[in-house]
């Protein structure tokens, strides 16, 4: 009797630690994509300047640098179903949008030089399906 009260009790005590764990990991993936997304989400319909705009780009393509998204033949990052994040930036001035691989080809400095002063504004989230990680930026230049 002694040894099948201890036999479960062993089991229950796995299981336990078992739920606690599985808990705490899925606490921890929500909280770490939480803590992605804001980076972005203080921008998400709010107006900016040029080079706060920089900031989001650089911020896209480290991640996307960070979890080795690939590029297609022009240089862009090819999007995938977790990770990738894509920032497109429609310009008034030019009435054309631009990625943010080719913003950042011309040398964000460039670019935070030239737009600095401009307002910018975003107006367009998408996230991912899978875990809710934002995934596509649309960004709108308004002055």
């Known amino acids: 009797m002694k040894k099948i009260i201890i036999i479960l009790s062993v089991i229950v005590i796995c299981i336990v630690i078992s739920i606690t764990y ?7 993936d929500v ?3 939480q803590k ?5 989400s203080k921008y998400i319909d709010q107006e900016f300047y040029g080079n706060e705009l920089a ?7 480290d991640n996307n640098e960070k979890y080795k998204i690939q590029k297609n033949s022009s240089g862009q990052y090819i999007e995938d179903e977790l990770y990738s994040v894509r920032v ?3 310009m ?3 009435q054309k949008t631009y990625s943010m691989e080719l913003l950042n080809s011309g ?3 460039n670019f935070v030089s030239n737009y600095s002063n401009i307002k910018f504004k975003c107006t367009k989230v998408e996230y991912h ?3 809710k990680r934002i995934s596509y930026l649309g960004i709108e230049q308004i002055s």
């Open 22 to 28: 599985a808990y705490t990991s899925y606490k921890n």
């Open 31 to 33: 909280n770490q994509i």
């Open 36 to 40: 992605f997304n804001n980076q972005f």
């Open 55 to 61: 900031t989001i780009i650089n911020l896209a393509i």
């Open 88 to 90: 497109d930036v429609y």
């Open 92 to 94: 008034t001035d030019t």
């Open 107 to 109: 040398e964000i400095s």
């Open 129 to 131: 399906k899978k875990n």
